[in-house]
C-alpha cells in the first residue's frame, strides 16, 4: 500500500490511459487539470475537488469556511436514510444548509433499498439538495454491523438495488457514491462495484483506496483509483482519495491515476486554507502554503461566529468547536498549554482569550505540513451482519436499527 509520500518515492503504478478531463493535455502543452472542470451531472465543480464527508465534522458552519478559502464541492456529514424516512427531527435538522451554500450536497448511507429510495424522493420533493452522495464506505462498526457503509459492496445484487432505488428517486438530481476497495486484501470489491455503479447511472464514483480493515492506518493504494478509472470507461467521473495532505499530492495523485478530480478528507481538519491552495494548483499557480498563526486566528473567529450563528447553543457549540480549534493550531510551536487549553474552552471568550494569546508570526513547523491528522489507525475489528460473507449474490433483508435519527 502507499500514498502521497511513497507514491513520489516510488513507482507512480499503472500509466493513466484513455479520454476523461485529467488525462488530456491542452494544446499549449499544460496539463488538462489547468484548465478543465469536473461535472458531476449538472454541476460544474471547479476545481475539481470535493469536500469528503466526516462525521461530526462536516456540519454547515465547516462547509461554509471551507467554501470562503476555494471552490469545490462541500458535502454533509452522512445521514442515515432511515432517520430522514422516520422523520427524526436530528436527522431532517442535519440535512439542512445554510443559506450561503450553492450546490447543497448531501450524503447518505443504509443497507434498505425501498427505505433509501424513500429518503432521496423526500429530499427531492422538498427541494432540498443539489447532489446526493451514497456512502458505501464507512468502516465503523455501527454502520458495518447491520449492512451499512463498507459491509454493502460485497453483497452485488444489494449494492445493485440500493444504487438503482436512489438514481431512480433522484430525477435530475446527480447521485454519486463513495466506497472502499473491499473488506479486506482478500476480499476486494471496488471494481465490480465500480462496475455496477456506473451501469445503474451514477454520475461519479469516488474511491478511497484504503480497505474496510485497514481503517485510516498506512497509505492509501493510488494505484488502485487507475484500475478503477480504466475499469468503469471515460463516462463516469472517477474521483480518488487518499493521503491528500497538501495541494501537490492532489496533482500527484490526478497525474498518477489519470482520475478526474479528488475527494479531500482528513487533510482539511482545521486547514481550510488547503481548499484555496487545491484551487491554485489545479489553476497551474503555486500554492501558498499553511498561512502564518495571525492569519488563523481569524479563522478561528470566523468559524466560531459561523457554528454560534448556526447552533445559537453557546455551551453546545463550543463543546464540539475543541476538537476543530486544536485542528487549527496544530503544527503551530504555540506550546502545550494553549493546546489544553484549547481542549477546555466553554465559551466564546475563552476561545478569545486563548486567540490573543497567540503570536500572529509564528509558522508551522515544517515537518508538520504533511504529517496525517484526525484518525490513523485501524478502525477496529471488522463487524458484519452473521453470515455476511457467506454468498455475494445474496439480497439479504437486512434489519436496520429501529428509528435510527442519529445521522451517522
Known amino acids: 500500500m502507499r500514498g502521497s509520500t511513497t507514491a513520489r518515492a516510488t513507482s507512480p503504478g499503472p500509466a493513466p490511459t484513455g479520454g476523461g478531463s485529467s488525462r488530456r493535455h491542452r494544446s499549449d502543452g499544460a496539463p488538462s487539470w489547468a484548465s478543465v472542470t469536473l461535472s458531476i451531472g449538472p454541476l460544474s465543480v471547479d476545481p475539481p475537488v470535493v469536500l469528503a464527508p466526516m462525521a461530526g465534522v462536516t456540519d454547515a458552519p465547516f462547509r461554509v469556511l471551507c467554501a470562503e478559502h476555494g471552490g469545490?464541492?462541500?458535502?454533509?456529514?452522512?445521514?442515515?436514510?432511515?432517520?430522514?424516512?422516520?422523520g427524526g427531527e436530528r436527522s431532517w435538522a442535519m440535512a439542512r444548509h445554510h443559506p450561503a451554500e450553492a450546490p447543497r450536497s448531501l450524503q447518505l448511507y443504509g443497507s434498505d433499498p425501498p427505505v433509501m429510495g424513500e429518503a432521496v424522493r423526500r429530499l427531492v420533493a422538498a427541494g432540498a439538495v443539489d447532489h446526493i452522495d451514497l456512502n458505501f464506505g464507512c468502516p465503523v462498526a455501527k454502520i458495518t454491523r447491520a449492512g451499512g457503509g463498507a459491509a454493502l459492496p460485497f453483497k452485488r445484487r444489494l449494492l445493485t438495488a440500493m444504487v438503482r432505488a436512489a438514481v431512480t428517486n433522484a430525477g435530475t438530481v446527480p447521485v454519486t457514491v463513495k466506497m472502499r476497495l473491499g473488506l479486506d486484501d482478500d476480499r476486494l470489491t471496488?471494481?465490480?462495484?465500480?462496475?455496477?455503479?456506473?451501469d445503474e447511472g451514477v454520475a461519479a464514483i469516488a474511491l478511497h483506496a484504503r480497505t474496510?480493515?485497514?481503517?485510516?492506518?498506512?497509505?492509501?493504494?493510488?494505484?488502485?483509483?487507475?484500475?478503477?478509472?480504466?475499469?468503469?470507461?471515460?463516462h463516469v467521473p472517477v474521483l480518488g482519495n487518499g493521503d491528500i495532505w497538501a495541494a501537490q499530492d492532489a496533482i500527484d495523485?490526478?497525474?498518477?491515476?489519470?482520475?478526474?478530480g479528488v475527494v479531500v478528507g482528513r487533510g482539511c481538519l482545521g486547514r481550510p486554507w488547503l481548499f484555496a491552495d487545491l484551487q491554485r494548483a489545479f489553476a497551474g499557480q503555486p500554492p501558498l502554503g499553511p498561512p502564518e498563526l495571525g492569519t488563523v486566528a481569524t479563522t478561528i473567529r470566523r468559524h466560531l461566529s459561523l457554528a454560534l450563528d448556526w447552533y445559537g447553543d453557546e455551551a453546545g457549540t463550543l463543546r464540539q468547536f475543541?476538537?476543530?480549534?486544536?485542528?487549527?493550531?496544530?503544527?503551530y510551536p504555540v506550546g502545550a498549554d494553549v493546546?489544553?487549553?484549547?481542549?477546555?474552552?466553554?465559551?466564546?471568550?475563552?476561545?478569545?482569550?486563548?486567540?490573543?494569546?497567540?503570536?500572529?508570526?509564528?509558522?508551522?513547523v515544517p515537518e508538520a505540513v504533511a504529517a496525517p491528522?484526525?484518525?490513523t489507525g485501524k478502525a477496529g475489528r471488522l463487524v458484519l451482519p452473521h453470515g455476511w460473507c457467506d454468498d455475494p449474490d445474496e439480497e439479504p433483508a437486512v434489519r436496520e436499527p429501529e428509528r435510527a435519527v442519529s445521522g451517522g
Open 253 to 260: 495523485l490526478v497525474e498518477a491515476t489519470g482520475c478526474d
Open 339 to 364: 493546546h489544553k487549553s484549547a481542549g477546555q474552552v466553554e465559551t466564546a471568550a475563552d476561545v478569545d482569550a486563548l486567540v490573543e494569546r497567540l503570536d500572529p508570526g509564528l509558522r508551522v
Open 373 to 375: 491528522r484526525g484518525k
Open 190 to 198: 471496488y471494481l465490480e462495484s465500480g462496475r455496477i455503479a456506473a
Open 212 to 234: 474496510a480493515e485497514q481503517g485510516y492506518a498506512g497509505f492509501a493504494d493510488w494505484s488502485t483509483i487507475a484500475r478503477l478509472r480504466e475499469a468503469v470507461g471515460d
Open 322 to 331: 475543541r476538537k476543530h480549534l486544536r485542528w487549527h493550531l496544530q503544527g
Open 72 to 86: 469545490g464541492l462541500y458535502v454533509s456529514e452522512m445521514l442515515t436514510a432511515r432517520g430522514l424516512v422516520e
